[in-house]
């Protein structure tokens, strides 16, 4: 039986539609739409090739490989790219429904470019969420080096005490002198920080949230926007 043409119908190239749905906003149908069509690839190439096992075993090997670059390149993105103060103004959201939820709502990336969708996204989304996990990792790390915690400490008081003795004894009235002793306070800031290894500790803690962010926002499968909203 022969099906006459619809001339209502309408063919869309992939690209197209991916475009169309990214400009709309509908994402979580981007991301759904780029991993049903990395599984459909594999899955045909399987019954092609079942019955070579050499080229099997360089289809797993291909197929391993193009998960190590696609990890590699999740550190060639820019996460801040599409960030703004905005994104930190809203509520946090929900750390057990939306940030973490369930084990289905993470998969491997199926390539660069979903990567860099999900990060972009995930990042807007759980800014909040990430600010936190580096506050925690900072106090985490100042707890295993006490020198660092005592030398942050010390730089506050000392511009406590600096703020005291300008607003005690007017140095607002003289500009020079509150000029030389704010940068005498700046360089004995910077020698503590250094002798006690602050920015190590700072460094340390920026270091793993980074990574943590990164790997979380690109295994983060995407939900739609209402849904977060609702969790949170």
């Known amino acids: 039986m022969v099906f006459s043409s619809n001339p209502l119908s309408l063919s869309v190239p992939d690209t197209t539609f991916d475009a169309w749905l990214r400009d709309s906003g509908y994402l979580e149908i981007l991301d759904q739409h780029s991993s049903s069509s990395a599984t459909a690839a594999p899955a045909t190439t399987s019954t092609i090739t079942s019955t070579s096992t050499t080229a099997t075993a360089t289809g797993l090997f291909i197929s391993f490989f193009s998960h190590i670059l696609t990890l590699l390149s999740l550190f060639t993105l820019n996460p801040f790219s599409k960030l703004t103060t905005d994104d930190f103004s809203?509520?946090?959201?929900?750390?057990?429904?939306?940030?973490f939820a369930d084990c289905g709502s993470y998969s491997f990336p199926s390539g660069s470019e979903q990567?860099?969708?999900?990060?972009?996204e995930n990042v807007k989304r759980y800014a909040r969420n990430y600010a936190s996990l580096f506050i925690l990792f900072f106090a985490c790390t100042l707890y295993q080096m006490p020198l660092a915690l005592i030398g942050l400490i010390s730089s506050l008081a000392l511009w406590d005490v600096f703020k005291f003795c300008s607003g005690r004894w007017g140095w607002d009235r003289y500009p020079v002198l509150r000029q030389v002793m704010v940068r005498?306070?700046?360089c004995v800031t910077a020698v503590v920080l250094i002798c006690l290894n602050v920015q190590?500790?700072?460094?340390?803690?920026?270091?793993?949230s980074y990574t943590v962010m990164v790997l979380h926002a690109a295994f983060?499968?995407?939900?739609?926007?209402?849904?977060?909203?609702?969790s949170r």
Not at 202 to 208: E, L, N, Q, Y
Request: aromatic residues 10%.
């Open 90 to 99: 809203g509520q946090t959201p929900s750390w057990t429904r939306s940030f």
């Open 115 to 120: 990567a860099r969708l999900r990060v972009n």
């Open 184 to 186: 005498t306070a700046q």
């Open 200 to 208: 190590m500790a700072f460094f340390c803690a920026v270091g793993i």
């Open 220 to 230: 983060r499968k995407l939900t739609p926007a209402k849904q977060s909203a609702r």
